[in-house]
Nanobody, 126 residues
Framework: QVQLVESGGGSVQAGGSLLLSCAASGYAYSLYYIKYMGWFRQAPGKEREAVAAIDSGGRMTYADFVKGRFTISQDTAKNTLYLQMNSLKPEDTAMYYC?????????????????WGQGTQVTVSA
């Protein structure tokens, strides 16, 4: 089992920045087999969408709507995933979720992901 806990959400004005963190914990056996970790978001009344993902080798994948503004990174020693969000827009307002997968199949943004955090709220005002 893998537990994921997000932090760093909050309220900012358009153009501002936030750094989200996701701490992963669990059996070392489970953490070792994580293939991808990613950030997803869901705005009220909308479907959940992938934001960015990173694989165990450090390769990053981004949704088109965040390219050039968001950066995903990880500190493997701390089992922590980050999402640096710059140039935030009101349309970035959503609950942001951290996810991890040990599935041997799938793709970084589509998954499937089998572990999810509880989410952290990001609100961007105009």
């Amino acid at each position: 089992q893998v537990q994921l806990v997000e932090s760093g959400g909050g309220s900012v004005q358009a153009g501002g920045s936030l750094l989200l963190s996701c701490a992963a914990s669990g059996y070392a056996y489970s953490l070792y087999y994580i293939k991808y970790m990613g950030w997803f978001r869901q705005a009220p009344g909308k479907e959940r969408e992938a934001v960015a993902a990173i694989d165990s080798g450090g390769r990053m994948t981004y949704a088109d709507f965040v390219k050039g503004r968001f950066t995903i990174s990880q500190d493997t020693a701390k089992n922590t995933l980050y999402l640096q969000m710059n140039s935030l827009k009101p349309e970035d307002t959503a609950m942001y979720y951290c996810a991890a997968t040990t599935s041997p199949t799938g793709t970084p943004l589509r998954g499937p992901y089998n572990y999810w955090g509880q989410g952290t709220q990001v609100t961007v005002s105009a």
